[in-house]
């Protein structure tokens, strides 16, 4: 999800679409962009809605910056950490049977089955496959979606764990401009598992759905003449009504996250990516800048706007499976680590009604937790954006896609089937008989 136009300009809604596949539609070969100026039918326009129409946006996804305005988040002038090598010739050949199939997928035909742009696994801290497609390169910068939520809520998690954040405080004692919204009388813990009763449909195959009218009303570009309706995302969450009992069920609402990142502006007067440079971009030894999208006030977009390198994204990843430490330092309080892995309440998660592959998950500071055997977790995004963090397999994964259907459900059947047998490979095939290399 990102700020953006309505919902017939975006891409990637239904999933029985007859698409292109990712040979086919790599923005590369197929001349997005390219030229001084591109000819009009390869042009991409933020203006028009052409940015996220399949498949241009797999040009559009590494390029973000180019279109709209957004905000840094600085790495700070320190050297990068080191991200130790050892490249493995093996990993494209693991094979796994895909949900609802009997044919075996290998991980190399599942990254083409995903559209990935690219791709980091961390084996015990050190690199193990890294790949790129398309357009992007190992220097360049990709659009995380909804994986920025989980940044989002690790802040929250890390302003709870050290007492500057009351989980049980009402949002309203933060920020009492929505004291007439549905957001009112939530609990902060509501708004980060999202277990808030909000009247917020989030289906991106309905053009009519409420994310849409988030998404216009969060656009930087100039409002239609005679528009009345909010301008901003800040705006816009005061529009949002209540429908049930807070608490009662998860909810996956984009507009949580806006709201938990209006909380944390406010606790520490700092924006959300000042305070993700602060406290987390610049003590992991991050190798780029980041960025965020804005609104059209400058409030970078919580919900779905962080746009990072590859490598960066594994950084992040691998924080977490090191129980928040980076450089010999603690950069997250372990109990924010312990409190994400815990995870939520499987029972108000079930009533979500996700099919079998999410079944006995729960969700967590905006993190989705497995529950399975090897503790694994993940942050998830629309397209195909992953980490994924394995801890009995000291496994992290890092992934930019630009799948052409937006929902997880499109991607999950071979994705997550992928991820637990690479887990279980790499735990099983000792290092030397894969001939790591430099």
């Given at each position: 999800?990102?700020?953006?136009?309505?919902?017939?300009?975006?891409?990637?809604?239904?999933?029985?679409?007859?698409?292109?596949?990712?040979?086919?539609?790599?923005?590369?070969?197929?001349?997005?962009?390219?030229?001084?100026?591109?000819?009009?039918?390869?042009?991409?326009?933020?203006?028009?809605?052409?940015?996220?129409?399949?498949?241009?946006?797999?040009?559009?996804?590494?390029?973000?910056?180019?279109?709209?305005?957004?905000?840094?988040?600085?790495?700070?002038?320190?050297?990068?950490?080191?991200?130790?090598?050892?490249?493995?010739?093996?990993?494209?050949?693991?094979?796994?049977?895909?949900?609802?199939?009997?044919?075996?997928?290998?991980?190399?035909?599942?990254?083409?089955?995903?559209?990935?742009?690219?791709?980091?696994?961390?084996?015990?801290?050190?690199?193990?496959?890294?790949?790129?497609?398309?357009?992007?390169?190992?220097?360049?910068?990709?659009?995380?979606?909804?994986?920025?939520?989980?940044?989002?809520?690790?802040?929250?998690?890390?302003?709870?764990?050290?007492?500057?954040?009351?989980?049980?405080?009402?949002?309203?004692?933060?920020?009492?401009?929505?004291?007439?919204?549905?957001?009112?009388?939530?609990?902060?813990?509501?708004?980060?598992?999202?277990?808030?009763?909000?009247?917020?449909?989030?289906?991106?195959?309905?053009?009519?759905?409420?994310?849409?009218?988030?998404?216009?009303?969060?656009?930087?570009?100039?409002?239609?003449?005679?528009?009345?309706?909010?301008?901003?995302?800040?705006?816009?969450?005061?529009?949002?009504?209540?429908?049930?009992?807070?608490?009662?069920?998860?909810?996956?609402?984009?507009?949580?996250?806006?709201?938990?990142?209006?909380?944390?502006?406010?606790?520490?007067?700092?924006?959300?990516?000042?305070?993700?440079?602060?406290?987390?971009?610049?003590?992991?030894?991050?190798?780029?800048?980041?960025?965020?999208?804005?609104?059209?006030?400058?409030?970078?977009?919580?919900?779905?706007?962080?746009?990072?390198?590859?490598?960066?994204?594994?950084?992040?990843?691998?924080?977490?499976?090191?129980?928040?430490?980076?450089?010999?330092?603690?950069?997250?309080?372990?109990?924010?680590?312990?409190?994400?892995?815990?995870?939520?309440?499987?029972?108000?998660?079930?009533?979500?009604?996700?099919?079998?592959?999410?079944?006995?998950?729960?969700?967590?500071?905006?993190?989705?937790?497995?529950?399975?055997?090897?503790?694994?977790f993940m942050a998830r995004g629309v397209h195909g954006q992953a980490i994924y963090i394995d801890p009995a397999a000291q496994m992290v994964i890092a992934r930019y896609a630009s799948h052409p259907v937006a929902g997880n459900d499109a991607n999950d059947a071979t994705s997550l089937p992928a991820?637990?047998?690479?887990?279980?490979?790499?735990?099983?095939?000792?290092?030397?008989?894969?001939?790591?290399?430099?």
């Amino acid at each position: 999800m990102l700020a953006g136009l309505a919902a017939p300009a975006l891409a990637g809604t239904a999933s029985t679409q007859d698409w292109p596949d990712a040979r086919a539609s790599d923005p590369k070969a197929m001349g997005w962009m390219v030229g001084s100026p591109p000819p009009p039918e390869r042009t991409v326009r933020f203006d028009d809605g052409s940015y996220f129409r399949f498949p241009a946006m797999r040009w559009s996804v590494s390029h973000f910056r180019e279109l709209m305005p957004t905000t840094g988040v600085s790495r700070g002038l320190g050297a990068p950490a080191p991200l130790p090598r050892a490249l493995r010739d093996d990993i494209d050949d693991v094979t796994f049977t895909p949900a609802g199939s009997a044919l075996r997928m290998t991980w190399a035909q599942s990254l083409s089955a995903n559209y990935v742009d690219g791709i980091v696994v961390l084996h015990r801290g050190h690199v193990v496959y890294e790949r790129y497609f398309g357009v992007l390169e190992d220097d360049g910068q990709h659009a995380a979606m909804s994986v920025t939520k989980s940044f989002v809520g690790t802040l929250g998690a890390m302003l709870v764990a050290e007492g500057t954040l009351d989980p049980g405080k009402r949002v309203v004692a933060y920020v009492p401009e929505l004291a007439g919204s549905a957001f009112a009388d939530a609990t902060v813990r509501q708004v980060l598992d999202m277990t808030t009763a909000l009247k917020f449909s989030e289906d991106y195959s309905d053009p009519d759905a409420d994310v849409w009218a988030h998404a216009q009303a969060g656009s930087p570009l100039p409002k239609p003449e005679g528009h009345t309706g909010p301008r901003g995302y800040y705006e816009f969450l005061k529009t949002v009504r209540k429908q049930g009992d807070h608490g009662h069920a998860f909810g996956y609402r984009t507009v949580n996250t806006d709201a938990l990142g209006w909380i944390i502006a406010r606790v520490t007067g700092r924006s959300v990516a000042e305070l993700l440079s602060e406290r987390i971009w610049r003590r992991i030894g991050a190798e780029q800048d980041a960025y965020m999208t804005v609104d059209s006030v400058g409030t970078a977009f919580a919900g779905g706007g962080l746009n990072t390198g590859l490598r960066d994204l594994a950084r992040f990843g691998e924080l977490l499976r090191n129980d928040g430490r980076a450089g010999g330092q603690q950069v997250i309080p372990k109990a924010a680590i312990d409190d994400i892995r815990r995870g939520g309440d499987k029972d108000a998660f079930a009533k979500a009604g996700y099919g079998k592959l999410l079944s006995g998950w729960s969700y967590r500071d905006m993190w989705w937790v497995t529950h399975d055997d090897h503790g694994a977790f993940m942050a998830r995004g629309v397209h195909g954006q992953a980490i994924y963090i394995d801890p009995a397999a000291q496994m992290v994964i890092a992934r930019y896609a630009s799948h052409p259907v937006a929902g997880n459900d499109a991607n999950d059947a071979t994705s997550l089937p992928a991820y637990r047998a690479l887990a279980m490979y790499l735990m099983n095939t000792p290092r030397d008989a894969a001939q790591p290399r430099p």
